[in-house]
């Protein structure tokens, strides 16, 4: 119970990251950066939340963009198993001041409040049976203290204390066998009810959550535990509670030892697209439950009216949804597409899915867990998308707007872990007038970039991906985009199109000129300039630089051997070349079959593509692999089994493979040096199944020892190249274990949990 007290008061530039990591900057200058740091290498050990502040510059400053890194990895005891759901939080201030109700009683019994207490003042006897002389006998009885609270001004002081006999209870009658053979009621003289004295705490001030950012990690088992990722988020909308000391907080909503992150705020200094106003709350963050029809939904997102003043000519409504847990059967709220509709003023205006479609083509892979499988707007590893509306359309000046969201009619019928629902932010932001006419920027550079986020994509050998995106409020109908490895030779691409205020394309380029291998430095830019053939108003957001990765150099001449596995007919590949031609594909297959496929290539830049419309790969051990196992490697083609490369078996979706033939940009391939082993399921119970692929065939042995270091199983293999092995872990007790496999050149060791 509270009691209110009505008080009054009141992608970060890549080469901003590479310059500017290490601290703040003195002066200010538009395009300078300035570093916050708010949590630093924090542990999240358990459940529960992680605060720390940060000390953010005055609101005197001016800044174009806002960006937080959140840094995520493994702690120093490895990543948790399994997906856990991670929140950044901002605590706004809110002006309103609250306190805590707090009921002190007039007594409590052996430490203990209770309604009541029945107790004897005068000494009481209690009974038992003797067994030396095999009849009734007795004891004083035991007492306990009842300690008094009768001083109101100081409640949680004690004034007094008694030692009371107990009372209303039955003493037994024995017979010479310790057989109850009667029973005497034993009467109280006292009988004292509970009372309070209610005390409210001293008023504190009520603190908004805001969120700037939501991960979901990933099934952390397979991954080593000095993994981490960088997952960046715009958060320039939040500028107006960004000043002075605020305090941060990460919610880690897994019960386990997992993880330890930083965050990290850069501050571009300079001129935004348009001016926030107000950061106003639609829906406080918090887990809406879904499909109750005693607690539906939409009893919670309720319209809700906003005062817009005269200087709020433009909204947007931010909202982050995350479906959670699953049964019946739709398996909603985290495996069934729904939608949700923004409504203004009593009006549909959108309609959004929240579903995800792309989590086979994670960028973490293989995870240890089901991270295939598409969801309701996340994946395992990857961030949470904040769904962005538009609003200004339905934005009169000086007038108020109404704003609501309906989801999805939906009932649960049962069978879930926990009450299914959705996670949900929803903020609406008000602006005034865009800034600028025309203003053009690359938002985003996909390829080359040796981001972790983009390895799906990279490294690259032509072709550049990129975003750009209309800053302007006149539509953007072309651009000049001039790219290239930085002090190297620079490539343009003419773009025409219509982007409207704040829209995004993604944008092919063309031909890319390296450089020399010993020459080439790792650092891409590509700048956009002549808006509609005009001059750029604000030229510092028009560069983008990303450090990259370089691809292998092929001989002319290798060869592709895979295998298939029970559904031949999921899996297939195309060779492509810079062009998009495609130059090699596989014909009809068989289940379980091996194939060698030999290429002969031209110098040039080319892409191996290998697909699976399954989005479970050539093996899924996770998901029980029903499909069976398969494999994907080059060799070269001069008649020996040397691999050039191994492929993952579980790579979900798809793998793209980029290489030269006759040119570096780099440094040449190199025969793959490593063996892989993977284990699933981890932890495990009754059985785990190691995938174990070598580089070469070899003599192996595979050797399975206890955390106390006793072999509990070794086997020998000859000629040993690739192959699934299921371990039976019936007779092993619960623990951790660690499995090693050894060649004459090789030795790896994973480590995995037996839960019975």
Not at 184 to 195: A, H, K, R
Request: hydrophobic share 35%.
């Amino acid at each position: 119970m509270n009691k209110i007290y009505n008080y009054s008061n009141r992608f970060l530039y890549v080469f901003i990251f590479i310059g500017l990591l290490s601290h703040g900057k003195i002066k200010a200058s538009v395009g300078d950066t300035i570093v916050v740091q708010a949590h630093n290498n924090v542990h999240m050990n358990w459940h529960g939340d992680f605060d720390a502040w940060a000390v953010f510059p005055s609101d005197t400053f001016h800044f174009s963009k806002i960006l937080m890194k959140y840094t995520f990895g493994c702690a120093a005891t490895g990543c948790a198993a399994y997906d856990y759901t991670t929140q950044v939080f901002a605590l706004r201030p809110s002006g309103v001041f609250d306190s805590t109700l707090i009921l002190y009683p007039s007594f409590t019994v052996a430490g203990a409040t209770v309604d009541s207490v029945l107790f004897n003042t005068d000494t009481i006897y209690s009974y038992f049976y003797n067994s030396t002389t095999m009849t009734t006998d007795s004891a004083i009885a035991t007492t306990f203290q009842i300690m008094l609270f009768n001083d109101t001004l100081n409640p949680s002081v004690a004034t007094d204390s008694i030692q009371a006999y107990p009372g209303n209870f039955y003493n037994h009658i024995y017979n010479s066998t310790g057989a109850i053979i009667d029973s005497i009621y034993v009467p109280y003289d006292s009988l004292w009810y509970v009372t309070y004295t209610n005390v409210y705490s001293a008023p504190f001030e009520v603190k908004d959550l805001m969120e700037f950012g939501r991960v979901m990690s990933p099934f952390g088992n397979q991954l080593a535990a000095t993994w981490f990722n960088n997952y960046t988020f715009d958060v320039s909308d939040y500028r107006p509670m960004m000043h002075d000391s605020l305090q941060m907080r990460i919610f880690f909503d897994g019960w386990a030892d997992g993880y330890r992150v930083s965050v990290t705020f850069y501050m571009i200094e300079g001129t935004p697209p348009r001016d926030v106003k107000r950061v106003r709350i639609l829906y406080p963050d918090k887990y809406y439950r879904y499909g109750f029809s005693t607690d539906p939904i939409e009893s919670h997102l309720v319209p809700v009216t906003f005062d817009m003043d005269s200087t709020e000519t433009a909204a947007s409504l931010r909202v982050t949804p995350s479906g959670h847990s699953f049964g019946g059967a739709q398996n909603c709220a985290e495996f069934c597409n729904k939608s949700y509709r923004v409504l203004t003023n009593d009006t549909v205006r959108y309609t959004q899915q929240v579903w995800r479609t792309d989590c086979g083509m994670n960028p973490i892979f293989p995870q240890g867990g089901t991270w295939i499988y598409d969801r309701s707007n996340w994946c395992p590893g990857t961030k949470t998308i904040t769904k962005e509306h538009e609003l200004t359309p339905y934005v009169t000046l000086g007038d108020s707007l109404k704003v609501d969201m309906n989801f999805d009619a939906y009932t649960y019928t049962g069978g879930a872990g926990f009450d299914p629902g959705y996670y949900i932010t929803a903020n609406l932001i008000t602006y005034g007038n865009p800034n600028f006419s025309l203003d053009a920027t690359v938002d985003e550079i996909i390829a080359p970039n040796n981001d972790l986020n983009y390895n799906r994509f990279n490294p690259i050998c032509n072709n550049p991906k990129i975003v750009i995106r209309n800053l302007g409020s006149t539509p953007l109908t072309s651009c000049t985009i001039t790219y290239g490895i930085k002090g190297g030779a620079q490539q343009t691409y003419t773009w025409t199109g219509h982007l409207n205020f704040l829209e995004r394309v993604t944008i092919q380029l063309g031909n890319m000129i390296w450089g020399s291998a010993a020459g080439t430095p790792n650092i891409f830019e590509a700048t956009v300039s002549n808006p509609n053939g005009g001059t750029d108003q604000y030229p510092y957001n028009n560069t983008l630089q990303s450090t990259v990765g370089f691809t292998p150099m092929m001989d002319p001449q290798f060869r592709l051997q895979w295998k298939t596995n029970n559904a031949a007919n999921q899996t297939t590949y195309k060779l492509f070349d810079d062009q998009g031609n495609i130059l090699y594909q596989n014909g009809s297959l068989a289940a379980n079959t091996t194939y060698n496929d030999t290429f002969n290539l031209s110098p040039g830049c080319y892409l191996l593509r290998i697909d699976d419309a399954g989005k479970d790969g050539l093996s899924y051990p996770a998901g029980g692999n029903p499909q069976g196992t398969g494999f994907a490697r080059l060799l070269k083609a001069n008649g020996t089994s040397s691999q050039i490369k191994i492929f993952p078996s579980d790579f979900g979706t798809q793998i793209n493979y980029y290489f030269t033939v006759g040119y570096m940009t780099d440094v040449a391939e190199t025969t793959a040096g490593e063996p892989l082993l993977f284990l699933y399921p981890n932890p495990a119970h009754d059985n785990v199944r190691l995938n174990i692929v070598l580089p070469t065939t070899s003599d192996m042995k595979m050797v399975i020892t206890s955390i106390e270091g006793k072999t509990v199983l070794e086997k020998n293999y000859s000629h040993f190249i690739q192959q699934d092995i299921d371990v039976d872990l019936t007779d092993y007790t619960a623990g951790m274990y660690f499995v090693s496999v050894q060649t004459n050149e090789f030795r790896i060791t994973r480590k995995f949990v037996v839960e019975k």
